[in-house]
């Protein structure tokens, strides 16, 4: 694809996978022409935009957001890098739209866009509208369990409200983002080439492996394991030491496994292509918008939202993901820590949070156990919107447990027991990946998990004892 239309753009490997750079910061001032040209706000007798303030909101993987305060109101413009160039801003845009058509999702309303990257500020950018509250993220901690169910229960809600959306008119068919093909002809509600950051990532972005659309699952999984072994097979071939070696040789094995089976799972032809329904793939916390009293006015995030197989969002959202855990933990029995001051708000938005002079560990365990009574919570309201959602769920199992493996697998964690899962399911035992990735197959010696090469050695612990 080369990386003439990526300008701007840099990698930089620290040691966990290559980090998107910026070469040139966007000027602020080209921002706040571009904003005042398509906010209808006129030059002053000075010759500047004195009626408009422009201020850097968040600075988040991929892009830059400012916050452009006007006396017609507030917006937001999101500045990117170009990761996937046209294709993640016009999907973002396109997505925005379909959801405030078709569903009572608080999205914001897409002002204008520039998916080319030729204009003042020298990136794509897209303004829309600010919503109000702040992030969940920020309030959590301080929220009544109640209240915790209630935003559950919304979000359940909107979830039903995407899976009925999809079935309008002939529905979506195939795996791919809104608005990203480039054919003439195509329309904005048409799956195009997938935008996802397992694609783009790196030198992952030049890689000769279909982008889609897909028409089937086996076809979506089978690129991205492609990906993987195409990773691997050259980070086997430029192997300096023994551990590197051993790495990549068991990343290898274990994907072409999961080739191996795909097809056992997924049906290799499928016409016509697959029925899909939009899915927000990244709904946690720092998505979710509520106001002072906690409700919900806004779900933000869908930069990389795509429609997916009906399996797939059969799972719950990122933000009930975690480890079961039935017993409330008791706070008492967690070690105290001092700390000079403990009067920083949750209201402060950064990505610090007050821990009450308790360790971490209490907190962590303590949100494995409002996630293992959420999802609950999650279900049943579920299942009064669509009665057929436990079936859902439970046809669904294997394949997002699949999923979850090939993802594990991508990013070089827990291979030896994704290698286990593999070959029981092989042998037709069905065992739940979370289950086996906590405690392995006990009837099977555990063989110690090659290293991840440049991994830090904390990360690593951390990512296989969740």
Request: net charge neutral; with cysteine.
């Amino acid at each position: 694809m080369g990386d003439a239309t990526r300008e701007g753009l840099a990698w930089e490997d620290n040691g966990l996978g290559p980090e998107p750079q910026w070469t040139r910061d966007p000027d602020i001032q080209a921002v706040k022409r571009v904003c005042c040209q398509h906010l209808g706000v006129s030059v002053d007798e000075t010759g500047s935009y004195g009626a408009v303030r422009i201020s850097l909101h968040a600075d988040g993987a991929f892009n830059k957001l400012y916050r452009v305060q006007t006396h017609r109101g507030d917006y937001m413009m999101r500045v990117s890098l170009p990761v996937d160039p046209r294709r993640k801003t016009r999907g973002e845009a396109a997505t925005l739209k379909l959801v405030r058509q078709t569903t009572g999702i608080p999205v914001p309303q897409v002002v204008a866009f520039d998916d080319l990257g030729r204009n003042a500020i020298g990136y794509e950018w897209l303004l829309m509208e600010k919503m109000p509250g702040v992030p969940a993220y920020y309030r959590w901690r301080k929220m009544t369990m109640a209240q915790k169910a209630a935003l559950t229960i919304r979000v359940a809600e909107y979830q039903a409200q995407l899976l009925r959306a999809s079935n309008q008119g002939n529905g979506f068919r195939g795996i791919g983002t809104l608005g990203t093909s480039l054919e003439p002809g195509a329309t904005p509600t048409d799956a195009g080439p997938i935008v996802s950051a397992f694609f783009f990532t790196g030198p992952r972005y030049d890689y000769p492996v279909a982008r889609g659309p897909f028409a089937s699952s086996h076809d979506w999984l089978r690129a991205q394991l492609s990906v993987i072994i195409k990773e691997h097979t050259t980070a086997l071939a430029e192997a300096r030491t023994d551990d590197d070696r051993e790495y990549a040789k068991c990343a290898l094995r274990v994907a072409r496994k999961l080739l191996r089976i795909l097809h056992k799972i997924f049906p290799a032809i499928v016409h016509p292509p697959e029925s899909t329904v939009l899915w927000h793939d990244d709904l946690s916390l720092r998505n979710i918008m509520v106001d002072g009293n906690n409700a919900v006015t806004a779900i933000i995030g869908w930069e990389c939202a795509s429609t997916m197989p009906r399996w797939v969002a059969s799972q719950v959202p990122e933000f009930l993901r975690g480890a079961v855990r039935e017993m409330m933990p008791d706070r008492n029995r967690y070690t105290d820590v001092d700390v000079a001051s403990s009067s920083m708000g949750t209201d402060d938005l950064d990505d610090s949070l007050d821990n009450e002079g308790k360790t971490e560990l209490y907190w962590i365990h303590l949100m494995e156990y409002e996630q293992t009574q959420l999802r609950k919570v999650y279900a049943e309201r579920m299942r009064q919107l669509r009665p057929e959602w436990d079936m859902e769920v439970e046809e669904g199992a294997l394949k997002v447990d699949f999923l979850a493996a090939v993802s594990r697998c991508g990013s070089g964690f827990y291979l030896r027991r994704i290698e286990q899962w593999v070959d029981a399911i092989e042998r037709k035992e069905y065992l739940s990946l979370m289950e086996v990735l906590r405690v392995g197959i006990r009837k099977q010696k555990d063989v110690t998990e090659p290293h991840k090469p440049a991994a830090s050695g904390a990360l690593t612990l951390m990512n296989r004892l969740s």
